[in-house]
């Protein structure tokens, strides 16, 4: 099932328009170049829809999850690679920036179990940080929308 479509809506916005747009400090990356280099990555016959860099960081947007790529280490060699589907999310925290050097933080809650209706559901959480310029309201309600829909979808 693909459950992330660019031409789906969440509240009368558009996911493809939201994301595009969302994440200013980043620099879009095309999805042939992304492709080439994270490739190894995706499942059979999963396409990336959209991605961003931030420095040696990349996240990427398929139909179906959110891939994190996190370079480590002084050369960047090491690699750490985390998906989070898009629809196990539940829950979505935001934290702004206050005065000083705090950055905003937005946080997304997901479920990790294979049975989301099993009786010991098992959770995890993602943090992401931006500076704290970076707005992260329209990105918070995006998920927070999508959040919303999963809970009504594995509650019912």
């Given at each position: 099932?693909r459950y992330?479509?660019?031409n789906?809506?969440t509240g009368?916005?558009?996911?493809?328009?939201?994301f595009?747009?969302?994440?200013?400090n980043?620099?879009?990356?095309t999805?042939?170049?992304?492709?080439?280099?994270?490739?190894?990555?995706?499942?059979?016959?999963e396409?990336?829809?959209m991605?961003?860099?931030?420095?040696?960081?990349?996240?990427?947007l398929?139909?179906?999850?959110?891939?994190l790529?996190d370079?480590q280490?002084?050369?960047?060699k090491?690699?750490?690679?985390a998906?989070?589907?898009?629809?196990?999310?539940?829950?979505?925290t935001?934290?702004?920036?206050?005065t000083?050097?705090?950055?905003?933080?937005?946080?997304?809650h997901?479920?990790?179990?294979?049975?989301?209706?099993?009786?010991?559901?098992?959770?995890?959480?993602?943090?992401?940080?931006?500076?704290?310029?970076?707005n992260?309201?329209?990105?918070?309600s995006?998920l927070?929308?999508?959040?919303h829909?999963?809970r009504?979808?594995?509650n019912?």
């Amino acid at each position: 099932m693909r459950y992330f479509s660019l031409n789906q809506t969440t509240g009368g916005i558009s996911i493809a328009n939201l994301f595009g747009g969302l994440f200013g400090n980043y620099s879009e990356v095309t999805a042939e170049e992304l492709k080439q280099q994270y490739g190894g990555y995706l499942m059979p016959d999963e396409k990336i829809q959209m991605g961003f860099k931030l420095v040696r960081d990349t996240f990427i947007l398929t139909e179906e999850r959110l891939i994190l790529i996190d370079h480590q280490g002084v050369t960047g060699k090491k690699t750490r690679v985390a998906s989070i589907h898009l629809d196990s999310i539940y829950e979505v925290t935001m934290e702004t920036g206050g005065t000083g050097f705090d950055d905003s933080e937005l946080t997304i809650h997901y479920i990790t179990s294979p049975y989301y209706k099993a009786n010991n559901v098992q959770v995890a959480a993602y943090k992401f940080e931006f500076g704290k310029k970076f707005n992260l309201q329209p990105l918070y309600s995006a998920l927070i929308s999508l959040a919303h829909h999963n809970r009504k979808r594995i509650n019912g």
